[in-house]
């Protein structure tokens, strides 16, 4: 079945950039109807949508993190990847990367099958 | 801030119902899809659309949706169903937003 799996850096050093890969096996990063997105979980707080990307690379992000955020993609790697710069200590957090399902006519848009996250503590 | 609100905490007594709620204005364009997550662990989608369970989710588990408000709810809660519960869906601009979580705790 199909699978994701987050891998970088676990420690990021205030002011630099983040930089996260999602290897997807199992299945084609280029099947229609699914975009691949990433969301991030501050320890003990709650969830944070980052940004997407479809297989064409046409991405959308939270406008929040716009600014510091690019999400790109790699088919004949099956992988994306995550940037995000001038990280400080709020950018702590596990990042998860995810399917995202869309299917505009019937409504359909969730986060159906993630990975197992990786924690990333930006610290000097 | 988040643009869908959930109430912070919920308990259920063993085997009893349980309704977990998600406000926001967008939720009368969009529906709400909802994540149990316990910890240490990556959420699991275990409602979508208008009210469909991925394979592997048990049937105590439905969604519906009224105005501006999303529902989840289990019907006879286990003590596997103490988790976290988080609601996902778009804000008024369009933009992908979580609600806050709900902490659901099984007496």
């Known amino acids: 079945q199909l699978q994701l799996q987050e891998s970088g850096p676990g420690l990021v050093k205030p002011s630099e950039t983040l930089s996260l890969t999602c290897t997807v096996s199992?299945?084609?990063?280029?099947?229609?109807?699914?975009?691949w997105g990433w969301i991030r979980q501050p320890p003990g707080k709650g969830l944070e949508w980052i940004g997407s990307?479809?297989?064409?690379?046409?991405?959308y992000y939270n406008p929040s993190l716009k600014s510091r955020v690019t999400i790109s993609v790699d088919t004949s790697k099956n992988q994306f990847s995550l940037k995000l710069s001038s990280v400080t200590a709020a950018d702590t957090a596990v990042y998860y990367c995810?399917?995202?399902?869309?299917?505009?006519?019937?409504?359909?848009?969730?986060?159906?099958?993630w990975g197992q996250g990786t924690m990333v503590t930006v610290s000097s | 801030s988040s643009e869908l609100t959930q109430d912070p905490a919920v308990s259920v007594a063993l085997g009893q119902t349980v309704r977990i709620t998600c406000q926001g204005d967008?939720?009368?364009?969009?529906?709400a899809s909802w994540y149990q997550q316990k910890p240490g662990q990556a959420p699991v989608l275990v409602i979508y659309?208008?009210?469909n369970r991925p394979s592997g989710i048990p049937d105590r588990f439905s969604g519906s949706s009224s105005g501006n408000t999303a529902s989840l709810t289990i019907t006879g809660a286990q003590a596997e169903d103490e988790a976290d519960y988080y609601c996902?869906?778009?804000?008024?601009?369009?933009?992908?937003?979580f609600g806050g979580g709900t902490k659901l705790t099984v007496l």
């Open positions: 996902n869906s778009r804000d008024s601009s369009g933009n992908l937003v």
């Open positions: 199992g299945g084609s990063i280029s099947s229609s109807s699914y975009y």
């Open positions: 967008s939720l009368r364009s969009y529906y």
């Open positions: 990307i479809y297989y064409s690379g046409s991405t």
């Open positions: 659309g208008k009210n």
């Open positions: 995810a399917r995202h399902w869309i299917v505009v006519v019937i409504k359909i848009d969730a986060f159906d099958i």
